[in-house]
C-alpha cells in the first residue's frame, strides 16, 4: 500500500473508530465477490458503519483523497457489481440494520439499508402486512442492494419492482452530502423525482443508507398450482387468461423442460408423471373463498386443453415443493461455474428466443446444461447454462450468443440483475449512445471524483 493509502486509512480508523474498519488478515473472503462468484481480489480495507453520519465521514475522507468505494450489500449480486479491485475499499452497510418503524396509518414501513430482506418482510408479517418484494435471496440480499439493483423477483406481476415499492430514500453522495427523503405518501410531484435516480444505479450514484418500503396487506390465503403445457402459443394465452380472471394473481413463473428435469432430480421429486415441454407456477393472492375461483379457471384451462394436466398445492408442504424446483436452490451447488443470464423482451417474442437461443448455445457447447425459466409475465427469461470446462472465454462466448439474439429482437440484456461489470462490455446493445452518453454526464455530475463503484455499469 501507499504512503497515501496508509494515511486514509488511518483517517477513516479515527474518523469511525476500529471496530467499522477491517484491513489486512481480518479482511474475509466473503468480501471478495458476489453471488455470481466472478471477483477475484480483496479490497484494500472494509468499512462496516454503523450510522448514516459514520457512512457520510467516511465517504468525505474518501472523497478528498480519491479513494474508491465498492457499496456492498448482502452480496448476492449476479452482475459482479460488488466486486472490489484490489485499489477499493469495500462499504458494508451489515451494521446498519433494523426496521426503524411501521407506519400502519401509511403503510409503510422506515427500514436500514444493511436489513437482511427476509427479516424486514417477517416484521410487516408479523405486524399484519406483506412486505411484496420478494426474491430466492431473501435470506441474505440486504434492502440497499435491492434498492440499488431495483431488485425484481416473484411478485412484481402483482405489486412491481423495487422501484415501485419504494416511497423514500435516504441517500449519502460521494462527497458526503445526507440527502434525506424518507416521504411516505404515494404521491409527490415537487420536481425531479431524485429516489428513481438512486435506484437501479448500482452503488454508481449514492450509498443507499434508509428507504420507505410499501406494505400492502396480507393476504389471508394463497393459492398455488403447477400447470402442464405442450406450446409457449398456450403459455402465452395462459396468462391473458389468468390475467383477466383471476384478480390476486400474484405469481406466473414458467419453466422450460430441462429446468424442471433438473431441478426435480436434484430435489428428488416428480409433480408430473410425463414430464411437459412447458411448466407454468400460478399463484393466486387473496381470500379463502378464492380457492373455487382458482379451481374453476384451472378446469376451464383443462377442459379447453390450453393446459394439459395441473396440480393444485393441498398444504404449504406441496406449495413448497413446487417452488423448490423453481429457485432451483441446488443448481449452483451441482452445477459449479453456473451462468446465470437474465433477459427481457415483448413476452411474444420469448418462445422462439429461448428456442433459437437453446439450439445456438447447444451447437456450440454440445456437452452443456442449458435451461431456460423465468418471470414470465414481466417479459423476464433467465438463461443458465454450465459448460462442463467452464472458463471466462466460454462464459464470455454464452453472454455474446445470447445477447446476440436480445439485440436482434429488440429486447434488454439486463431485465432485473442489473449491468455491474458482467455486462457492462454489452451495454450499448440495449441502451443508445445517446442515452449511455446521458448516463455518463449524470454520473459526472453527482461524484466528479469517480470514487463511487468505479468500473461498473458505464
Ligand atoms: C438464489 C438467487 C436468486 C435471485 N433472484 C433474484 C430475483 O428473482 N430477482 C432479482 O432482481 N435478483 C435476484 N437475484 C440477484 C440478487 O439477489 C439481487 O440483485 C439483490 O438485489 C442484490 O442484493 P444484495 O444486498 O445482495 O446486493 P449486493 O450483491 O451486495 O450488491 C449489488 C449491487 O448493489 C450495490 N449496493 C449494495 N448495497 C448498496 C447500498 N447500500 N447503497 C448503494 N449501492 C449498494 C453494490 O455496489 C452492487 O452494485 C438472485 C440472486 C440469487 C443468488
Redesign the pocket.
Known amino acids: 500500500m501507499t504512503g497515501g493509502g496508509h494515511a486514509v486509512i488511518a483517517a477513516l480508523r479515527d474518523a469511525l473508530g476500529p471496530r467499522a474498519l477491517l484491513s489486512g488478515d481480518a479482511v474475509g473472503a466473503r468480501y471478495c465477490s458476489?453471488?455470481s462468484l466472478t471477483g477475484s481480489c480483496l479490497p484494500r480495507a472494509v468499512l462496516r458503519p454503523d450510522t448514516v453520519e459514520a457512512v457520510a465521514a467516511a465517504l468525505r475522507i474518501c472523497n478528498a483523497a480519491g479513494q474508491s468505494v465498492?457499496?456492498?450489500?448482502?452480496?448476492?449480486?449476479?452482475?459482479?457489481?460488488?466486486n472490489p479491485r484490489a485499489d477499493d475499499i469495500a462499504?458494508?452497510?451489515e451494521r446498519f440494520a433494523g426496521v426503524e418503524e411501521i407506519d400502519e396509518a401509511s403503510g409503510t414501513m422506515t427500514v436500514r439499508?444493511?436489513t437482511?430482506?427476509e427479516s424486514a418482510q417477517s416484521v410487516a408479517a408479523a405486524a399484519g402486512f406483506l412486505l411484496p418484494i420478494?426474491?430466492?435471496?431473501r435470506g441474505?440480499?440486504?434492502?440497499?442492494?435491492?434498492?440499488?439493483?431495483?431488485?425484481?423477483?416473484?411478485r412484481v406481476l402483482r405489486h412491481g419492482?423495487?422501484r415501485e415499492n419504494v416511497l423514500g430514500l435516504e441517500?449519502v453522495l460521494a462527497d458526503g452530502t445526507v440527502i434525506t427523503s424518507l416521504n411516505k405518501a404515494v404521491k409527490n410531484n415537487t420536481g425531479y423525482d431524485l429516489r428513481q435516480l438512486?435506484i437501479g444505479?448500482?452503488?454508481?450514484?449514492?450509498?443507499?443508507?434508509r428507504a420507505v418500503l410499501r406494505l400492502r396487506p396480507a393476504p389471508a390465503a394463497c393459492h398455488t398450482a403447477l400447470c402442464a403445457l405442450r406450446s409457449y402459443g398456450h403459455v402465452v394465452e395462459l396468462l391473458k387468461r389468468a390475467q383477466a380472471a383471476l384478480p390476486g394473481l400474484s405469481a406466473f413463473e414458467v419453466m422450460w423442460e430441462s429446468y424442471v428435469r433438473f431441478n426435480e432430480e436434484a430435489e428428488r421429486i416428480r409433480h408430473f408423471v410425463d414430464r411437459p415441454s412447458l411448466t407454468v407456477l400460478l399463484e393466486q393472492q387473496g381470500a379463502e373463498e378464492d380457492a373455487h375461483r382458482f379451481e374453476a379457471f384451472l378446469a376451464d384451462a383443462l377442459e379447453e386443453e390450453l393446459i394439459g394436466d395441473a396440480l393444485i398445492a393441498q398444504s404449504q408442504k406441496e406449495r413448497d415443493s413446487f417452488w423448490a424446483v423453481r429457485?432451483?436452490?441446488q443448481m449452483?451447488r451441482l452445477l459449479p461455474g453456473l451462468i446465470?443470464l437474465?433477459v427481457s423482451m415483448a413476452i411474444g417474442r420469448l418462445g422462439d428466443f429461448a428456442e433459437t437461443c437453446g439450439q445456438r448455445l447447444a451447437r456450440r457447447f454440445p456437452d452443456a446444461h442449458i435451461s431456460f425459466y423465468g418471470?414470465l409475465a414481466d417479459g423476464n427469461l433467465?438463461v443458465a447454462v454450465s459448460v462442463p470446462t467452464s472458463t471466462d472465454q466460454a462464459a464470455a462466448e454464452v453472454s455474446r450468443i445470447t445477447y446476440e439474439l436480445v439485440r436482434q429482437r429488440g429486447g434488454s440484456i439486463s431485465?432485473?440483475?442489473?449491468i455491474?461489470t458482467l455486462k457492462r462490455p454489452y451495454l450499448g446493445y440495449s441502451r443508445s449512445a445517446a442515452e449511455i452518453e446521458l448516463m455518463r454526464r449524470m454520473k459526472t455530475a453527482l461524484d466528479p471524483n469517480g470514487i463511487?463503484?468505479p468500473g461498473?455499469?458505464i
Open positions: 458476489d453471488a465498492v457499496p456492498q450489500g448482502g452480496l448476492t449480486g449476479l452482475a459482479g457489481g460488488a462499504l458494508s452497510l439499508a444493511g437482511v430482506l420478494d426474491l430466492g435471496a441474505s440480499c440486504q434492502i440497499g442492494g435491492i434498492v440499488a439493483t431495483n431488485a425484481g423477483g416473484i419492482q423495487t441517500v438512486f444505479s448500482e452503488g454508481t450514484l449514492g450509498v443507499v443508507t429457485e432451483g436452490h449452483d446465470n437474465d418471470h433467465h431485465a432485473e440483475h442489473g455491474g463511487l463503484n461498473k455499469v
